[in-house]
């Protein structure tokens, strides 16, 4: 075996893009261990927790770090470079002049007005407030960021006449550009206000497969409707899609806010022109399905049957385990389950969580946590019920399926599937549905009738 490390000094890439390519060289035949990252100190720890000595390199410097046989260095460094190069990072622009060394001299140099930054949660914030001193908005993809810099930003935004989206902006949608994970979904009347990833995600490919588009969807964080927060740049995005001549309707959704923060909002939403309706998870509100339902009414359009692909699952009793990527989706299963099971038989796990993606991919590009954990589920006697989310679209996993369907098929307990996509989304939601129902799982593209199913399963077993 050859412990092949390099340090490339200066030569930035972002954390997804270097997660991706960490993933795909560890997957070439003859790698043991494969690391590709940013030399921050966490990303160093990690790489003695690979059995690497750490070299002598800053978190400006790229590390390339492989274990593997002679035979497979050269394979394995030519895969690096070739992830490294489709993403373009790293190098000159286009007018051939060398890289910018600062986000705010590439916002200046380009005339940028928007901007999405990716970096590790400690450096993000310095990212995002140079954007912002420079004159751009911000996507703030990075998650780790601090509450209090959080609301630091977005006051700083605000000063500007900017908006912050994030930290843990997941998808966005503006001008029909899709930013982060986001799915192929057609333009339209409705603007989104998301401080919810997979929640936005859903609203849109409900809205879609009623052949309804969508004009923006601003994310504002998963903590903007908090306490802490005040829901900042979700009052800033709802001024900034009332005024959009594009926007006839403005949909607000949510994992539960602060009910103070709420109440703030729905007034805020009150004195706008442009008719706003709330998607705000929590026990006594409607769920996601139920809010794309009244959005449509709103519009005229009357809500079809959504899509299912049943598969024959037998009643279990046991607990409802939830594996899932998204945290809107896992937070709406659990409000929805618990109206007919106790919580002592609810297991829900977000994988998408801070504490399970600091220094690894989201599960929705790298799945290995939650296979693992369906592996155990799927043998444990006192699980009734695996119940998964699978997120398609642009930054997502290329063929989700082809992963999650050997280890449903392997699981000895029914499972059910809440399917996020469009028919358009490069996965293909109707290939992915079929291999998922071929593994014996039962597919819902509304995961409020994906737990719904769930939890009668495991009610009716309990019979």
């Not at 997957?27 to 494969?34: H, I, Q, T, W």
């Not at 601090?146 to 006449?161: G, S």
């Amino acid at each position: 075996m050859a412990r092949h490390v390099e340090v490339r000094p200066g030569a930035y890439h972002d954390s997804v893009t270097l997660m991706v390519a960490s993933r795909a060289v560890a997957e070439e035949p003859g790698v043991a261990a494969a690391l590709v990252a940013m030399a921050t100190e966490l990303n160093l720890d990690l790489l003695r927790g690979l059995g690497f000595p750490p070299p002598q390199a800053g978190p400006n410097d790229l590390v390339i770090a492989l274990d593997v046989n002679d035979a497979a260095l050269r394979p394995a460094l030519a895969r690096v470079e070739a992830e490294l190069t489709a993403t373009g990072g790293g190098g000159g622009d286009l007018a051939g002049q060398p890289p910018p060394r600062t986000v705010g001299s590439a916002v200046r140099r380009s005339g940028a007005d928007l901007v999405v930054v990716s970096t590790p949660g400690t450096y993000a914030a310095l990212d995002a407030f140079d954007a912002l001193e420079a004159g751009a908005s911000v996507v703030l993809f990075s998650d780790n960021v601090p509450v209090d810099v959080e609301v630091r930003l977005k006051d700083a935004a605000a000063a500007r006449d900017l908006l912050v989206m994030g930290p843990d902006c997941g998808t966005a949608v503006v001008g029909g550009v899709g930013l982060g994970f986001a799915n192929a979904v057609r333009s339209g009347p409705v603007g989104l206000v998301a401080a919810s990833g997979t929640g936005a995600q859903q609203l849109m490919c409900l809205l879609d497969a009623a052949g309804v588009g969508v004009s923006h969807c601003l994310g504002v964080g998963g903590r903007d409707l908090s306490a802490a927060v005040g829901a900042r740049s979700t009052l800033r995005a709802l001024n900034l899609l009332a005024a959009d001549p594009a926007t006839e309707m403005i949909v607000v959704v949510s994992k539960p806010p602060a009910p103070e923060v709420a109440e703030r909002v729905r007034a805020h939403a009150a004195g706008l022109s442009t008719p706003v309706r709330f998607a705000l998870l929590g026990r006594g509100q409607p769920d996601l399905t139920a809010a794309a339902e009244d959005a449509l009414r709103a519009l005229g359009v009357e809500p079809p049957s959504w899509p299912q692909w049943p598969a024959p699952l037998r009643a279990r009793p046991g607990t409802l385990r939830g594996l899932f990527s998204g945290g809107t989706l896992c937070a709406e299963a659990a409000v929805v389950a618990a109206e007919q099971l106790p919580p002592s038989r609810l297991a829900m796990t977000d994988f998408g969580d801070d504490e399970y993606t600091r220094g690894r991919a989201h599960p929705m590009i790298d799945p290995g946590l939650r296979l693992d954990a369906l592996a155990a589920a799927g043998t444990d006697p006192d699980v009734g019920v695996v119940l998964l989310d699978v997120v398609l679209g642009h930054g997502a996993h290329p063929d989700p399926a082809a992963d999650l369907a050997p280890a449903i098929a392997a699981a000895a307990v029914p499972v059910v599937v809440a399917l996020v996509g469009t028919a358009a989304d490069p996965q293909g939601r109707d290939r992915q549905a079929a291999a998922l129902q071929a593994a014996g799982a039962h597919v819902f593209a509304s995961n409020a009738a994906a737990a719904r199913c769930a939890a009668a399963l495991v009610g009716d077993g309990a019979r």
